[in-house]
């Protein structure tokens, strides 16, 4: 409906984490190069920090994309709340190890074997979590000792965790010790100006199909607001853009002015400072967690034999 009143082929401000959506800023780019480098050079710990919806899963499904084209072996767990047997099967389906065993001891030697193998080929294997705030201590210190698994010179598999501040903040805690020492590159996504707000709604907007001449669809001032009410958070300017869309649609409004912007702003109570972390109280039981971890990244295992990689354009969860 609104697609063909602004000119544009598909929705330009979806919430998945699309990869050919990336809007590289000078951070996301020194992050995605910072990840590429360390993975590269073998590094072995490697961590990616930033608030919700600054795009730290976007970057990783970029970072997929390369490895896939470079032949890489990666193994990604996108839910995190997982225990440490369930770790291990996970990684091990991921990288499509077969371990007939499902002793811990037996799988740990499949993977060295396979991570031996897998470095005299001249290849590279990489283990990236997603949402690692809600990583358990055992489930951390399983991964602590992976990095073990090394020759003389370097470490046989690189891992990449993602998280929201909190992460980094569990990494401060004496208990952590021994893997922050590990931690080799540390990388962050952020917030965007204003000015990087103006080129991404640009962006978006061309990728979605938009013309490059003709009227804007919105006003600056429109994009002032949308700057104003997301603080920079792409999530958020993605929520704004999108309802503003709409609305204007209905309004048969081009531009969009600030009014559009600050009335969406309103509605969802953007206007109003908010928690950034989410109550404890509020989390349901960890063993919840724990069989909808298993069923969901279950259905994203069986989904690879179904799709290949090059044609599944994006993956994972907000
Ligand atoms: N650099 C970026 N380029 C394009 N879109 C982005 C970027 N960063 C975030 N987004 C968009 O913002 C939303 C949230 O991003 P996401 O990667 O899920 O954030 P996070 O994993 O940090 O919570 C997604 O819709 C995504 O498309
Ligand atoms: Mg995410």
């Known amino acids: 409906m609104y697609k063909r009143f602004f000119g544009l082929k598909e929705n330009p401000f979806n919430v998945n984490p699309d990869p050919r959506y990336l809007f590289l800023t000078k951070q996301t780019e020194e992050t995605l190069s910072g990840l590429m480098y360390g993975i590269q050079t073998r590094k072995g710990i490697m961590t990616l920090v930033g608030e919700v919806g600054t795009g730290k899963t976007t970057l990783v499904n970029r970072l997929l994309d ?40 037996q799988q740990l030697m499949k993977l060295n074997e396979w991570l031996v193998e897998r470095f005299r080929g001249g290849e590279t294997a990489v283990l990236i979590i997603d949402e690692a705030q809600n990583l358990t201590f055992p489930v ?41 020492q590990r931690i080799m590159i540390r990388c962050k996504t952020g917030a965007l100006t204003k000015e990087e707000i103006h080129d991404y709604i640009f962006e978006r907007l061309k990728i979605a199909g ?5 009227q804007p669809i919105f006003s600056p001032a429109a994009m002032e607001a949308v700057h104003k009410y997301s603080l920079g958070i792409p999530r958020v300017v993605n929520l704004l853009c999108e309802h503003a869309l709409i609305n204007a649609y209905v309004e048969q409004q081009r531009p969009i002015g600030p009014k559009i912007i600050e009335d969406i702003a309103r509605e969802f109570k953007l206007d109003i400072a908010e928690p950034v972390a989410t109550p404890e109280s509020l989390r349901t039981s960890a063993e919840l967690y724990n069989s909808e971890a298993f069923i969901q990244n279950l259905g994203e295992a069986l989904s690879r034999f179904r799709v290949s990689p090059s044609t599944s354009s994006s993956r994972g969860t907000k």
Do not use: M, Y
Not at 140 to 164: F, M
Not at 210 to 214: H, K, L, Q, S, V
């Open 210 to 214: 938009a013309g490059a001449n003709g």
């Open 66 to 105: 390369w490895l896939h084209q470079h032949g890489t072996k990666t193994a990604f767990l996108f839910n995190s709340r997982i225990n440490s047997t369930q770790f291990f099967d996970f990684t091990l389906a991921e990288f499509e190890i077969r371990c007939e065993s499902s002793s811990k001891s």
């Open 140 to 180: 951390l210190e399983e991964i602590r000792l992976l990095t073990n698994l090394e020759t003389s010179t370097e470490k046989l598999l690189q891992i990449v965790l993602s998280g929201q501040p909190e992460f980094e903040e569990k990494l401060n805690l004496p208990q952590l010790r021994q893997l922050r």
